[in-house]
């Protein structure tokens, strides 16, 4: 069985035989009950893959879906212009990037959709509105925009340069309200991140995404459900429970505690975080695979600036407004916790609207605690420090 550990190319895991834990029935829902939408999910956890199998579908490639479930689900498979916008693999630290990178690809649609360049006469905004009015006409279908990690351009110089900070926020809040005035022109955008911004910054100015985060339709959209893992790995479970010398079920209940219990919705249907387990079953060995990839900068830095004590955040119910509408505040670490996947939803208070937060696993927990008593934290005494 081959694990597609690291790679976010859907046509490639199909076309290379890789395991693919197949999520396209969600996505046929998603496609066909909205237009724009916002998904932040945390790092590693398949946010690009979903970018990827939805910039095929849109492409119209029938037969890379040969065999999943939107076979039967889709009669059409209609090619429509498909806009992919990543900030994966850019650092935003310095200035003129963000610019850098934006004027490169609507430069390259321009020349697609043969329109004279307008760099220098028109704004970033302004010029991405005539390509989506070009495409559109051209091919008489409405675009569909993809934005892959959106708010990568502002976390990277969170809290070192606010200057630069503004600047990029102004930049994407420009570029983003594009969506309002070419909405005509539009069949399709989804915007995936770490965080959620408030309405304020970089969502302003134009028609609200919907936020799916926390839908419980679309809570299974990324990440391993415990269903698929008795659907799709098996004979791989089974094996590493001969080298962990233990029973299958055994098995299962050790990736539970290390790799499960991350929840997103109020549903509270227990996820896997993909990266750690899909590298486990290669591995055939239960190891900190998500952690061990690094803390990122922003989150160091924001906790960094944090008086508050680990057992503060922990074992404790917060409304929805506390962990969910971010506002980048030094002073409120809590939401950028959250979001990032260290903190995880464990129960939730229907009389109150109100949720349990505390760590996901084994895996983040003991991560966590190691990054305190490197002076990242205060420690507390609870925590061992």
């Keep these: 069985m081959k694990f597609p550990i690291g790679i976010q190319s859907f046509e490639r895991i199909i076309q290379e035989g890789y395991i693919y834990v197949d999520k396209t029935d969600i996505i046929y829902d998603l496609t066909h009950n909205g237009s724009i939408y916002f998904l932040s999910r945390p790092r590693r956890f398949g946010k690009s893959l979903l970018v990827s199998t939805l910039e095929n579908y849109y492409s119209g490639r029938k037969e890379l879906f040969s065999g999943l479930a939107i076979e039967k689900m889709e009669t059409e498979w209609n090619e429509y212009p498909v806009f992919h916008v990543d900030f994966n693999a850019t650092n935003f630290t310095k200035e003129n990037t963000l610019e850098q990178k934006l004027n490169l690809y609507i430069s390259e649609w321009e020349i697609k959709y043969c329109l004279p360049s307008a760099e220098g006469r028109y704004d970033l905004g302004d010029r991405f509105i005539k390509v989506l009015e070009a495409a559109h006409l051209q091919t008489g279908r409405r675009a569909v925009v993809l934005v892959d990690e959106y708010d990568k351009p502002i976390l990277d110089v969170l809290d070192v340069d606010n200057n630069l900070e503004d600047q990029h926020r102004n930049i994407l809040k420009a570029f983003y309200s594009v969506f309002k005035g070419a909405d005509k022109h539009l069949q399709f955008v989804l915007l995936t991140g770490v965080t959620k911004f408030s309405q304020v910054s970089v969502f302003s100015g134009f028609n609200q995404p919907k936020d799916i985060s926390m839908d419980v339709r679309y809570e299974a959209l990324c990440g391993i459900t415990q269903e698929e893992i008795g659907k799709y790995f098996t004979e791989p479970v089974s094996q590493m429970a001969v080298e962990y010398q233990c029973t299958p079920d055994e098995m299962y209940k050790l990736l539970k505690k290390q790799y499960d219990g991350y929840h997103f919705s109020k549903r509270m249907t227990d996820i896997y ?113």
């Design 273 to 385: 975080n993909p990266f750690s387990l899909l590298n486990a079953l290669d591995k055939m060995s239960i190891d900190d695979y998500w952690f061990s990839t690094g803390t990122p900068t922003y989150l160091i830095r924001l906790l960094n600036h944090s008086h508050e004590r680990m057992n503060e955040f922990t074992g404790k119910y917060y409304t929805p407004a506390e962990f969910i509408d971010y506002k980048a505040d030094v002073e409120r670490p809590l939401p950028m916790i959250y979001q990032s996947g260290y903190l995880t939803i464990k129960a939730y208070d229907r009389d109150f609207n109100t949720f349990l937060l505390d760590f996901p696993n084994n895996e983040v927990k003991g991560g966590f605690l190691t990054m305190v008593a490197s002076s990242y934290l205060q420690p507390s005494e609870e925590t061992g420090g």
